[in-house]
């Protein structure tokens, strides 16, 4: 069964689509409200599909259960990673992927977006999904089980598009972790986007602006 979710048309029966990973501790109402302020009135018909992460204990958090993505040990965000929780929300990404293309949407018509937690889970996704995608949009964000990826990437989406966005003073990501991945994601050949905003753990109109001009190229 696909994770509930929180789904917003722009019009009727879209061939395009949008699944979009919140960040720890969040929902999927939480980026909700970016809808009208991204979509441009020219785009195609789409589907943002907004799900909502499991409740899970947050160690970093005292054990607090919160909606998370994968456990976080320590501060050190990157360090002793929870592979298996990572892996089991990409098949949780896998599953939502897949009821989109039941609902007539081509996987390359499917874009994955994702803000901090959530951007590690569709990187880590999307650059392992055995279908090619449209793109991929990763937000104040890392990669996550890095020295993997080489190996376990698949070869359909080699050439995917991908937006990286971060704050240059963000204290919970920080950005030279971004940085970091950026390079690792050039270095094995991936065509990567990459912008850096002055804000903290958030997302600013600029950004907005630039990632509306990015989606809009894919969707024409």
Excluded at 50 to 68: E, K, S, Y
Excluded at 131 to 150: F, M
Aim: glycine share 10%.
């Amino acid at each position: 069964m696909p994770l509930p979710s929180v789904e917003i048309e722009t019009a009727p029966n879209p061939k395009h689509a949008v699944i979009w990973l919140h960040g720890l501790g969040a929902d999927g109402h939480d980026f909700e409200p970016i809808v009208p302020e991204l979509v441009d009135r020219s785009w195609p018909a789409l589907r943002f599909v907004f799900p909502h992460a499991p409740v899970r204990p947050v160690t970093v958090n005292g054990g607090m259960p919160m909606r998370a993505w994968y456990d976080i040990a320590g501060m050190q965000i990157a360090q002793k990673q929870d592979e298996a929780g990572i892996r089991a929300s990409i098949a949780h990404l896998d599953e939502l992927i897949a009821r989109e293309g039941v609902r007539g949407v081509a996987s390359e018509n499917i874009v994955l977006a994702g803000f901090s937690q959530g951007g590690a889970i569709v990187l880590a996704g999307g650059l392992r999904h055995a279908a090619k995608l449209g793109g991929i949009v990763a937000l104040s964000t890392y990669l996550p089980l890095a020295e993997k990826t080489a190996a376990e990437a698949s070869a359909a989406n080699r050439a995917i598009a991908i937006f990286q966005a971060h704050g240059s003073v963000d204290p919970v990501v920080p950005q030279a972790l971004g940085a970091m991945s950026r390079d690792h994601l050039q270095g094995l050949g991936y065509a990567v986007q990459w912008h850096s905003y002055p804000m903290a753990h958030q997302v600013c109109a600029q950004e907005i602006a630039d990632l509306r001009q990015w989606l809009g190229a894919r969707l024409r």
